[in-house]
């Protein structure tokens, strides 16, 4: 089998990030805590542990995956473009007061 020379991959997708966290902060969700104030979980120790909340969501995401690559002869580089629609965990998290800002998100495929 003939590999490819792959000469860049760029993803070309986004995250709604502000209207997710708006979504959070105005829409009744299941919070969990934990820290000093929280539930404790084994036999962990917060002594210098601040408490905070936390909350996941989902949301789609599509995009495309552009790919250049060299031909053959390894001197003209083409390209492919592939749509790419998935969902994206998101882990939401904040601190005493303040609103729920993305902490972190995950493919889920």
Known sequence: MKSIPITTVETNTSLA???IEEHINNMHHAEKDFGKKGPMSGDVL???FESFSWCCEHSPVKGTIEINYL???NTHVKHISIPVETDFGV?????REKDYKITWSYSLS
Request: negative net charge.
């Open 17 to 19: 990030e502000s209207l």
């Open 46 to 48: 917060w002594e210098n």
């Open 71 to 73: 031909d053959d002869s």
């Open 91 to 95: 882990v939401c998290t904040k601190e």
